[in-house]
């Protein structure tokens, strides 16, 4: 059985997590923090990039892999799937952009799209198991 959808979120979330994970350490090695913050905000957003997309990235990646099995609309997945990517990527940049009062608009489109993606694959998933038996 194939699940292209599956394999392609995933490849790109690995990605980003590699991309977050060295800046977090390129972070770390500039200011000589082996552990915490120092009180960085790079250092911080870096960790929290990293942190929130390694907290998100893995049920986004189950839930689709679990329709997918059960040959749910492939176009549909593909959707959720860009959508979560896309999110992804805009969260990333919200946490890097200087703050001034409210959260980046990146970053706010990253959370409604992550959470979009989770509702609507999660939701899904439910409908599949009362209607088709998943």
């Given amino acids: 059985m194939s699940l292209p959808v599956t394999a392609f979120v995933a490849a790109i979330c690995a990605l980003l997590l590699l991309f977050t994970a060295?800046?977090?350490?390129?972070?770390?090695?500039?200011?000589?923090?082996?552990?915490?913050?120092?009180g960085d905000d790079r250092l911080i957003s870096a960790v929290r990039s990293h942190a929130n997309l390694a907290?998100?990235?893995?049920?986004?990646?189950?839930?689709?892999?679990l329709l997918e099995?059960?040959?749910?609309?492939?176009?549909?997945?593909?959707?959720?799937?860009?959508?979560?990517l896309?999110?992804?990527?805009?969260?990333?940049?919200?946490l890097y952009?200087?703050?001034?009062?409210?959260?980046?608009?990146?970053?706010?489109?990253?959370?409604?799209a992550t959470w979009a993606s989770l509702l609507l694959l999660s939701g899904w998933t439910l409908w599949m198991l009362a209607t088709v038996n998943l």
Avoid at 22 to 38: C, K, N, W
Avoid at 55 to 65: D, N, S, T, Y
Avoid at 99 to 110: A, E, N
């Fill in 55 to 65: 907290e998100h990235a893995p049920i986004v990646i189950i839930l689709i892999g």
């Fill in 22 to 38: 060295i800046d977090t350490v390129r972070q770390r090695l500039r200011l000589r923090v082996a552990f915490g913050d120092g």
């Fill in 86 to 94: 896309i999110g992804r990527v805009a969260h990333i940049v919200g």
């Fill in 97 to 112: 952009a200087p703050v001034s009062g409210k959260p980046p608009v990146p970053r706010q489109i990253g959370v409604i």
């Fill in 69 to 84: 099995t059960v040959e749910a609309n492939h176009m549909a997945l593909m959707v959720i799937g860009a959508i979560f």
